[in-house]
Nanobody
Framework: VQLVESGGDLVQAGGSLRLSCAAS????????MSWYRQAPGKQRELVAS???????NYADSVKGRFTISRDNVKNTVYLQMNSLKPEDTAVYYC???????????WGQGTQVTVSS
């Protein structure tokens, strides 16, 4: 199983980034896909998730600014991040969760840095 994130970068406040997470070795369409982030000295937190049927869920701090989506043909989940703020600076991780078994997998993370 591999989850490979990409798209992290250094961006100015107010800018946008799109993160991608390409999955292999799993039945992608059968997994809930999520983005988490971890800032220095803080716990990892859920940013957004998308269910197997496309239902989405967002942390209050990113509602209206971030959009999660998935492409079950490309086995990829995306996180479109707009109106970025310095407090969005973190390592962003992709997670795949199989609901029936609760088996889950993490990617290696991608760094997002937002300068003020």
């Amino acid at each position: 199983v591999q989850l490979v994130e990409s798209g992290g970068d250094l961006v100015q406040a107010g800018g946008s980034l799109r993160l991608s997470c390409a999955a292999s070795g799993i039945n992608f369409s059968g997994h809930v896909m999520s983005w988490y982030r971890q800032a220095p000295g803080k716990q990892r937190e859920l940013v957004a998730s998308i269910g197997t049927g496309g239902a989405t869920n967002y942390a209050d701090s990113v509602k209206g600014r971030f959009t999660i989506s998935r492409d079950n043909v490309k086995n990829t989940v995306y996180l479109q991040m707009n109106s970025l703020k310095p407090e969005d600076t973190a390592v962003y991780y992709c997670k795949a969760l199989r609901g029936e078994t609760l088996a889950y997998y993490w990617g290696q993370g991608t760094q997002v840095t937002v300068s003020s």
